[in-house]
């Protein structure tokens, strides 16, 4: 008896698909390497008979520790043709942070870049296969034919560790039909189709950073692989490559920004999308400035409940400071400490319900039971005000609120003004503990130029109520940042 709706979905779909409909159409660029989509099914393949050789079975992890470069979606394909599970590992930790995830994960095997070697951790049991040389004599001993196991669309294709901002590491089990559908709405939205051609900025172990590079392979698109993010060799690569649609985090614009006094101009490009953080108005009009006539979107996500709103170019300046409405397929509840909802204007807790969303975390069932409901809810742990006409501001982390005096002031409040100032580049905002107040506001900003802070502060003081004002302005070379561009505001709290 066939089943309803055929097949199963799975995120080696599109590298079948298209391996024979446009095999000689290229898939990857890296430098001066180039994969076409024939290639790509017949190399994943053979990644997935080596594996099943190497006497792997279904839903076995099998991790991957390497930056932005040809090989990963082919090894990405290759563990979803054999029904195991990606473990994608960022390449700027450490031993004993790389050890954590493949012990936690159970992963069986680990495939590295050989200029990462010295992060894989002594003792590691499993089988360890390093690009290169060693990685092509593998491929070459395989079988080249599809194995095509059975896969089932609600089982994950990876396990992603995220530390947030909170420092934990929890490994979020990612659904190959969650992704699927994401890719195909990816293509909807951002162009990301056959004929179209993107850039792999973002690295490709965090979750966005894969899904958009992904993405391209997965619907008959091009991906060229940005080794290391430089502003220069982004929009060489542009222009050289004629990119179309392009992702990115409001980091790349701000580093963008200061490194080029115009920017060149990049004909081919028509469509940019911003996730990770908030994109601050005024760096937001920068980018119309800067890239004229190219639609702009900013999203709004994480990891574990994939894309939940858009803000859509016709919108894009008139809505500037939202993230626009609800994506394909999302549903979102906005609601008080009490748990009722709240209504437009009203600050509240966002909480999303999609196909997007995570399976739960690997292992920790309390975790998961604390972000969602029992009507299949995920929360955000951001609070946001929806307006009359829907549109979802991002009003802060729930947990970076600042309570002072007993009153509660958002930091993201203070951070928008602080950045109209012309000496400030980049800025955060923080509560610290205080003696009198409970919590005291304290800015953090990367200078354009020397500022007193007794300047900042009367700039603000014409521009906020007195209890939003910080009492303390620190200046850093730097704000300190996760894969995703998110500052790591627990890293300022603990700087003397």
Known sequence: MLRPGGADLTIAGGVREFGRATPDVIAV??????????????????????????????????????????????????????????????????????????????????????????????????????????????LGTARSVDPWIAVDERDPFCIAYTAGTTGDPKG?????RSRSLTFYATALEWGIGPGRRTIAVAPMYHGAGFAFAYAAVYCGATVSMLRSFQPDALLDMIQRDGAQSV?????????????????????????LYFNAAALPKVLKEWVFEAFPGVGVHELYGSTEAGVITNLRPPDARRKAGTVGHPWFGTQVRVVGPDGAPVGPGQPGELYSRSPYLMNGYHENPAATAACTTGDGFLTSGDIVIRDEEGFISIVDRVKDVIITGGVNVYPRDVEEVLLTHPAVAEC?????????????????????????????????????AGFKVPKQYRTVAALPRNAAGKILKRELRSTP
């Not at 076995?60 to 040809?70: H, Q, S």
């Not at 990115?248 to 469509?271: G, N, Y």
């Not at 610290?432 to 990367?446: M, N, S």
């Not at 200078?447 to 014409?462: I, K, N, Q, T």
């Open 29 to 138: 660029r890296d430098g001066d390497r180039e994969l076409k989509y024939g290639a790509l099914d017949e190399r994943s393949s053979r990644i997935a008979c080596a594996l099943l050789a190497h006497g792997f079975s279904y839903g076995d992890r099998v991790a991957l520790l390497c930056g932005n470069r040809l090989e990963y979606p082919e090894i990405a394909a290759g563990i979803a043709k054999a029904g195991l599970v990606l473990v994608p590992v960022n390449p700027r930790l450490t031993a004993p942070e790389v050890d954590f995830i493949l012990g936690h994960s159970g992963a069986r095997a680990l495939i590295v870049d050989p200029a990462l070697a010295g992060a894989v951790p002594d003792g590691f049991p499993g089988r360890v296969v390093h690009l290169g040389p060693e990685y092509e004599a593998w």
């Open 428 to 464: 955060a905002v923080v509560g610290e503990p205080d003696e009198r107040w409970g919590e005291r506001v304290v800015a953090y900003y990367v200078g354009r130029s020397p500022v007193d802070a007794g300047d900042l502060e009367g700039f603000l003081r014409s521009r906020l």
């Open 247 to 271: 992702f990115l985090v409001p980091t790349h614009a701000q580093v963008i920004r200061s490194f080029f006094e115009k920017v060149p101009a990049a004909p081919t490009l028509d469509t």
């Open 172 to 176: 979020v089990l990612v659904s190959h």
